[in-house]
Antibody, heavy 118, light 110 residues
Framework: EVQLVQSGAEVKNPGESLKISCKASGYSFTNYWIGWVRQMPGKGLEWMGVIYPDVSDTRYSPSFQGQVTISADKSISTAYLQWSSLKASDTAMYYC???????????WGQGSLVTVSS | QTVVTQEPSFSVSPGGTVTLTCGLSSGSVSTSYYPSWYQQTPGQAPRTLIYSTNSRSSGVPDRFSGSILGNKAALTITGAQADDESDYFCVLYMGSGISVFGGGTRLTVL
């Protein structure tokens, strides 16, 4: 059974760094793109970017390029989303998702809530 | 930057049929964009309904169907039920590994 299990909720101050995780199981982690989706409070879904863990090929939406870093550790089947300096506007739910063979998200994580507030 | 457009809201009567659409700010949607559709209820992770224009994800009832209508991708719900009341998002694949979500449609069943 394919599962994506995300790290728990985080509360951070502006300017702090953060790395959230998405641990995959039930499939060959290196053979599928895995990506991140943002959902700000009361808003829609936004596609942030994806990574192909086998070679760490990473693609970002222009809106998120330079704002976040997506990485993966194939030895532990885990993808990451990180910020070097959080802003209040980064407050959102973040979902990871496996990208299927026809570019769809076929499996979703449960979401990680990030709250940035002073 | 490419904008993917959806109706902000729609309503349907129980048992009725509704078609939600997914377009582009410039140009036409074709199967080459691999349109996919997702359902989300408040507080829940999205659920994948349709991929590659018209393929249903595992466990999705056949009253959900996808197509290309004119220059847009479309999601049709036939025989709407109360628990179909949700937000629906489309995604278009733009190439080079990049995808874009539409703004979503809030569907009311009443």
């Amino acid at each position: 059974e394919v599962q994506l299990v995300q790290s728990g909720a985080e509360v951070k101050n502006p300017g702090e760094s953060l790395k959230i995780s998405c641990k995959a199981s039930g499939y060959s982690f290196t053979n599928y793109w895995i990506g991140w989706v943002r959902q700000m409070p009361g808003k829609g879904l936004e596609w942030m970017g994806v990574i192909y863990p086998d070679v760490s090929d990473t693609r970002y939406s222009p809106s998120f390029q330079g704002q976040v870093t997506i990485s993966a550790d194939k030895s532990i089947s885990t993808a990451y989303l990180q910020w070097s300096s959080l802003k209040a506007s980064d407050t959102a739910m973040y979902y990871c998702g496996r990208q299927g063979l026809l570019n769809e998200v076929d499996y979703w994580g449960q979401g990680s809530l990030v709250t940035v507030s002073s | 930057q490419t904008v993917v457009t959806q109706e902000p809201s729609f309503s349907v009567s129980p048992g009725g049929t509704v078609t939600l659409t997914c377009g582009l700010s410039s140009g036409s949607v074709s199967t080459s964009y691999y349109p996919s559709w997702y359902q989300q209820t408040p507080g829940q992770a999205p659920r994948t309904l349709i991929y590659s224009t018209n393929s249903r994800s595992s466990g999705v009832p056949d009253r959900f169907s996808g197509s290309i209508l004119g220059n847009k991708a479309a999601l049709t719900i036939t025989g709407a039920q109360a628990d179909d009341e949700s937000d629906y998002f489309c995604v278009l694949y733009m190439g080079s590994g990049i995808s874009v979500f539409g703004g979503g449609t809030r569907l009311t069943v009443l």
